[in-house]
């Protein structure tokens, strides 16, 4: 008999399932499910918005399970799915509230997103340290790595340790030092075994189970599977929340909706803000290589300059030949005076390509100083193209969406709506960000939708098919409900007609935050030039003072 861990709904439930009906009313590409519906009092919840629902088509490679509330002490279960964006910040790919904790219940929430994410299983997960979940992930994301969160071990280790941490101090740093900077797998089992032998704790079941399980969180072991992260020092110690700042300890039901609301309009401002930034500013150079131009133009601002500290590092990391067998030429790569941290580096001169024993460019998508440092070596001027992941550039969200779902619309109505939904909308967005940029630009994107509005509108008037209806289903047994799309069916001329009123609406006043979105950018920009000229008359008077 499996346990179960219970918080009961009550009243703040209803007022989050009144929201997700009305969001999904007035967006068909909003899903939400219910588990158990006909026992709301403890039933678990689950939605994704549309944005999130098209995000995970760009970075769903590498996923985040928050369950932080559960050490938090937070008064509501509130889970979410997270990822990173082009820009390294985090984004939301749904949220869930368990009330009511067992396997069957994260079964049903797994299956339940991945339904929802139109079936597409991640590279890898990264998730809390719970029996639960990793029943879980084995059964419903078969092919998927997962590993355990650090900050999760060394919090559980922390405290069934606590006396050995209060009488051995040094303990736990040599701990984190045993997992963070082994480089090899032969290190890491060594520096393991001596540290236990060192603190006499060789038999301690909970270091036992986690060596057991090693291969779920030691970096060493990981280090061949995509995980998204910007660095390897960085490590995973703790998760990034798409929610820290705005679901705590003090947070109830009842402002949980608000809260959720305030904290995806942050980000979205924060990721449209890292837009403007990437497109219309130019980084600092530092050195002459025609290989970090490149890279200036392809990546984000925050992923050039982590490319950029990796290609100034191969100054200080040349590249020894050690081998040479036609084609394939190996390396040992070695800051200047650390010769026993070296790394090895192997490269094929006919296909361009090159592998490094960090492995970071499999971990992070981010090519590493040490291969860097052999193409400086071998002469190659730019970045070959499998090295520049379309996830960490600045046209990450470009036609991505389209080109790789367009063969994978389905055939049924009740299907497609949300999918066509997703597309036409991320199209739409397209056009009001690209358009916001310049006063030209948004005159041409602005006469593009009006002339489709136009076509849309004809075509619907001399449509005399009808919509297929969609209503909300029940999976099996009873335990999914399902609220995905609410399309009318049947349709009068009196409510097509009313149907195109809205569209007009919802058509102006889209264009009305295009205007907005122009304004607040051409305020940006006007306070930039500011800037300029109050740094120019400062240069300019220290100019004078030097002179005097």
């Known amino acids: 008999m499996s346990i179960t861990r219970q918080c009961p709904l009550g009243g703040g439930g209803h007022h989050v399932l009144d929201y997700l009906k009305h969001m999904q009313a007035e967006n068909p590409a909003f899903f939400y499910a219910v588990q158990d519906v006909n026992n709301l009092a403890c039933g678990n919840i689950f939605w994704a918005d549309a944005t999130s629902r098209t995000n995970y088509s760009y970075f769903g490679d590498a996923v985040i399970l928050d369950t932080t509330y559960k050490t938090n002490r937070c008064r509501v279960p509130f889970t979410s799915f997270n990822g990173l964006n082009h820009h390294g910040q985090p ?58 969160c650090e900050w999760s071990i060394f919090r559980e280790t922390r405290g069934k340790l606590a006396h050995l941490c209060q009488s051995y101090p040094a303990f736990e740093t040599e701990f984190k030092k045993c997992v963070h900077e082994s480089e090899t797998i032969d290190e890491f089992e060594s520096y393991w075994h001596s540290l236990l032998e060192r603190f006499y704790v060789m038999d301690n079941e909970w270091l036992q189970s986690i060596y057991n399980s090693r291969q779920h969180w030691v970096p060493v072991y990981l280090r061949e599977t995509f995980f998204g992260e910007i660095s390897l020092n960085e490590g995973n110690e703790y998760l990034i929340s798409f929610f820290d700042g705005y679901v705590n300890s003090s947070t109830t039901l009842q402002v949980l909706v608000r809260q959720y609301e305030k904290a995806v309009s942050s980000w979205h401002e924060k990721e ?110 730019t970045l070959p193209s499998q090295y520049v992941l379309t ?158």
């Open 91 to 148: 984004v939301l790919f749904g949220c869930a509230l368990i009330f009511n904790e067992s396997e069957s219940s994260f079964i049903w929430l797994f299956r339940t997103w991945l339904h929802a994410m139109s079936g597409r299983h991640p590279v890898s997960i990264t998730t809390d340290l719970d029996p639960f979940i990793q029943v879980t992930v084995a059964q419903v994301l078969p092919s998927t790595r997962h590993r355990f």
């Open 272 to 381: 449209l803000k890292a837009d403007y930034d990437t497109t219309n500013s130019s980084p600092v150079l530092k050195t002459p290589s025609p290989m970090e131009k490149q890279a200036a133009s392809l990546y984000t601002r925050k992923i050039f300059m982590k490319f950029q500290e990796e290609l100034v590092e191969t100054l200080a990391n040349p590249a020894i030949k050690i081998d040479d067998s036609g084609t394939i030429t190996t390396y040992r790569v070695a800051k200047f005076g650390e010769n026993q941290k070296s790394h090895v580096v192997t490269f094929n001169s006919f296909e361009m390509k090159a592998s490094c024993s960090c492995q970071m460019f499999e971990f992070s998508g981010i090519i590493c100083r040490h291969i860097l440092s052999v193409f400086r070596a071998k002469n190659v001027l």
């Open 391 to 548: 996830r960490w550039t600045r046209n990450a969200k470009t036609g991505t969406l389209l080109d790789e779902h367009a063969s994978e619309l389905p055939s049924t109505s009740r299907e497609s709506v949300p999918v066509c939904y997703n597309n036409l909308r991320q199209e739409a967005i397209k056009y009001v960000e690209e358009g916001a940029k310049s006063i030209q630009i948004y005159h041409v994107a602005m006469r593009a939708l009006k002339e489709a509005a136009k076509k849309v509108c004809t075509i619907k008037n001399q449509s005399s098919g009808t919509a297929e209806g969609a209503t909300a289903t029940n999976g099996s047994r009873g335990e999914l409900l399902v609220a995905d799309e609410d399309v009318p069916s049947n349709q009068s001329v009196a409510e097509k007609q009313k149907k195109i009123g809205e569209l007009t609406a919802e058509l102006e006043a889209t264009n009305q935050r295009c205007e907005v979105y122009r304004a607040n950018l051409l305020a940006v920009l006007k306070d930039m030039e500011e800037q300029k000229l109050k740094l120019s008359v400062k240069v300019q008077n220290a100019r004078l003072s030097l002179k005097e």
